[in-house]
Nanobody, 123 residues
Framework: QVQLVESGGGLVQAGGSLRLSCADS????????MGWFRQAPGKEREFVAT????????FYGDSVKGRFTISRDNAKNTVDLQMSSLKPEDTAVYYC????????????????WGQGTQVTVSS
């Protein structure tokens, strides 16, 4: 049903900014809770951010709070992650996910996942 595709990843210097985008070409995302997760090689998956169906409520992982902003445009079927003040430890593959449990920071609560986009922050 839902097919998520991430884009916008790349190489950026520490302290810089990058904007990731997630899109579903098959169905409207307005009925889903959306989340961003990341995973670096040799490390466990980490929660980044989540946003409610309407976009009114957001929740962030402690490591990115104050630096990252999640947003959504249901009319365009997209969810974005604006990243600023990037650090080398932000380097990871970033995944977009869709689910039904609000404010969930657990990957197991998300049903649909994208293939991921690589973000590399150089020091």
């Amino acid at each position: 049903q839902v097919q998520l595709v991430e884009s916008g990843g790349g190489l950026v210097q520490a302290g810089g900014s990058l904007r990731l985008s997630c899109a579903d070409s098959r169905r409207t995302l307005s009925g889903y809770v959306m989340g961003w997760f990341r995973q670096a090689p040799g490390k466990e998956r980490e929660f980044v951010a989540t946003i409610s169906w309407s976009g009114d409520n957001t929740f962030y992982g402690d490591s990115v709070k104050g630096r990252f902003t999640i947003s959504r445009d249901n009319a365009k079927n997209t969810v974005d992650l604006q990243m600023s003040s990037l650090k080398p430890e932000d380097t990871a593959v970033y995944y977009c996910a869709a689910g039904f449990n609000p404010r969930s920071a657990h990957g197991s609560d998300y049903k649909y996942w994208g293939q991921g986009t690589q973000v590399t922050v150089s020091s």
